[in-house]
């Protein structure tokens, strides 16, 4: 089941991206402030926090908002998905629910970024394989020799 998310579930969602072995500790910092902010004000501005349940417990998640000054593009903040039920097409649903939510809201255009370190290669390989073209690549934008890839997908 997808559901909203809740300020109860921040703990659990931070342990699952700490658990995916690729986030560093400041961004899973980022995520707490992220959800507070979610929860304090951000969902009144279309910001959209789901998470997946598996046997009454969190086991992924997905973040996703409009840009700001855009004619209605989206970004996928986070997605995540539990390690110990990876490649089970769990991913695949909270990709495809933020997909209808944006589709539903009118979005145009939904952007994804995400690092080009090796060990973001699934991830990469993820997106491809869900229709997204590498529409960008910044070049030494997270640190040298870590660019930032841009994913793309029309939702029209």
Do not use: C
């Amino acid at each position: 089941m997808i559901r909203p998310t809740t300020p109860e579930d921040t703990d659990a969602l931070r342990a699952i991206a700490a658990g995916t072995g690729v986030f560093k500790p400041t961004e899973l910092d980022a995520l707490v402030e992220v959800l507070d902010d979610y929860h304090d004000a951000n969902r009144e501005y279309g910001h959209i926090a789901t998470t997946l349940e598996l046997h009454g417990k969190p086991a992924g998640f997905a973040y996703y908002a409009p840009a700001a000054m855009t004619d209605r593009t989206w970004y996928l903040y986070w997605i995540a998905v539990d390690k110990t039920v990876h490649a089970k097409g769990l991913g695949t649903r909270l990709l495809h629910r933020a997909e209808a939510d944006v589709k539903a809201a009118g979005g145009r255009l939904f952007l994804i970024e995400t690092s080009s370190l090796p060990h973001y290669e699934l991830t990469r390989k993820f997106y491809l394989k869900h229709g997204y073209e590498q529409g960008a690549v910044l070049r030494d934008y997270y640190a040298d020799g870590d660019d930032m890839v841009v994913f793309r997908k029309r939702m029209n």
